[in-house]
């Protein structure tokens, strides 16, 4: 039986057991890795274990420790309880303000990572506090930073031209951005509409009837009907004061009282530097964000031990595991050829439409546990042979390859999705995961239909 197969059989044998069974997901996929590479592949343990993420582990490893000492210090609740204070009672918009916020740096140049690492734990805390669903702020974290990954600042845009124009091909820098920028806003519309933005816009509504049926029973002279239960959250809309915890499920209920602003202690102040200097290193200076984090949240922990303490327990062992196993193994199917073998059977089909579909297929599933940037390094110029021939356009083919290999950045074994993954909770971490998983699948299968259908086949 031929090594690709037995690799195939493998990686989808690891998630079934992984699934059915509480066993990480990771753990199965390095045994799968040592197996495959000793007994199929003859590959020493050294070798075997080439392809596992230095990179990813530090990022994971830093970036969490760091952040956990925020949270540990208090500093994480002192920054939401700021942005609560601005935003009042409007939890309706919480969700497209973390859209909002997560796209600014891949817009501004950040490669996505980067961006996340930062304010995913920001993001999802604050989606907490309002009572947001998880499910709604982690996706909106995710898709928030892919609507920036094809700005002309972002590495990845650059990527793409450079690899174009070294096979003689001509791309549309703002079609590239625009295109992807509207792909990730319909999915965020979506995400809206599917985890919970609709029970949001209800219950802003009948906040508002509540209010306006106060109003005007004072105006009367008599108290409204039921106006003795649900006062408090009517005066908190009519009088603009905000809460400082998550939602209730019967908004109507009760108001959280605006937070009282607490002085910062001096490591709190010390810590706010730091995490804004990481930031600043990293997507200003273009510096390893990962090594970053890790000294700083290293020298924060030495300075104020006494304010820190089990703060290292806050890296979250479970998902650098997780991702570092399977990320290992799709590294070893890459060594082996699989990737390359079914990418070039693609190619000499001879039929440019659908090589154009099967190239947006094969992107996404391998992007789903790699590197965007470096598979679309790989996928355009197996996508050329068919594209000088003018059957197919340009730009509209890089389009939809594009998308289809960096919205499946939702996956869980992607360094956004993993990074995101890192901020839920340990016990609402496996139902997130395979909240991440499905919808990410539904990216791998849906992305490279549409973007077809979008982008390609007009322009054929």
Same mark, same amino acid.
Request: hydrophobic content about 55%; some cysteine.
């Given at each position: ?18 699934? !059915? ?89 950040? $490669? ?165 200097? !990481? ?46 196993? !399977? ?73 939809? $390859? ?13 360094? !956004?999705?993993?990074?995101? $993954? ?39």
């Amino acid at each position: 039986m031929s090594i690709h197969v037995i690799g195939v059989v493998a990686l989808v044998l690891v998630f079934i057991v992984g699934t !059915v069974r509480p066993v990480n997901i990771g753990a199965l996929a390095l045994v799968a890795t040592f197996l495959v590479g000793t007994l199929v592949a003859g590959e020493s343990p050294d070798e075997v274990l080439a392809g596992f993420p230095p990179d990813l582990f530090v990022l994971l490893v830093g970036v969490t420790y760091l952040f956990g000492l925020a949270a540990v210090n208090g500093t994480l609740e002192w920054l939401i309880d700021r942005a609560i204070g601005l935003l009042g009672d409007r939890p309706v918009l919480v969700p497209w303000l973390i859209f909002i916020f997560s796209a600014v740096p891949t817009t501004a140049g950040a $490669l996505g990572p980067a961006g996340v690492a930062m304010l995913a734990p920001l993001c999802m805390r604050l989606g907490e506090r309002y009572g947001i669903d998880r499910r709604m702020s982690a996706l909106m974290v995710m898709h928030g930073s892919c609507l920036g990954n094809f700005s002309p600042l972002n590495g990845l845009a650059i990527i793409v031209r450079q690899t174009a124009d070294s096979n003689g091909l001509q791309v549309s820098a703002a079609q590239l951005f625009f295109g992807n920028a509207a792909y990730n806003i319909g999915l965020a519309v979506m995400i809206y509409l599917c985890f919970g933005g609709r029970d949001l816009l209800r219950r802003r509504r009948e906040q508002s009837t509540g209010a306006a049926a106060l109003v005007g029973a004072g105006a009367a002279g008599r108290p409204a009907d039921g106006a003795s239960a649900t006062s408090g959250t009517i005066k908190s809309e009519v009088t603009g004061t905000g809460p400082t915890g998550a939602t209730v499920d019967a908004p109507t209920e009760t108001s959280l009282i605006a937070p009282e602003r607490a002085r910062l202690r001096f490591d709190q102040v010390v810590t706010l530097i730091v995490i804004v200097a !990481v930031a600043v290193g990293a997507l200003v200076f273009d510096l390893e964000i990962g090594f970053l984090a890790l000294i700083a949240a290293a020298l924060l922990h030495a300075t104020f031990p006494s304010r820190f303490q089990l703060a290292d327990k806050r890296i979250v062992w479970t998902v650098v595991l997780l991702i570092c196993g !399977v990320v290992t193994f799709v590294g070893a199917l890459q060594r082996y050829g699989t990737i390359d073998l079914v990418g070039g059977g693609i190619a000499s089909l001879g039929t440019p439409l659908l090589i154009a579909y099967l190239l947006c297929l094969v992107g996404a599933f391998t992007s789903a546990f790699g590197s965007s940037a470096g598979l679309l390094g790989v996928l355009i110029p197996l996508a050329v042979p068919f594209l000088v021939q003018g059957e197919v356009g340009v730009t509209g083919m890089i389009i939809a $390859l594009s998308i289809s290999a960096t919205v499946v950045d939702s996956t869980p074994f992607s360094s !956004v999705g993993a990074l995101t $993954l890192a901020t839920v909770p340990e016990e609402e971490r496996r139902p997130m995961f395979r909240t991440m998983l499905g919808w990410g699948a539904a990216m791998v299968v849906t992305a490279p239909v549409i973007t077809w259908l979008l982008f390609v086949l007009p322009t054929s």
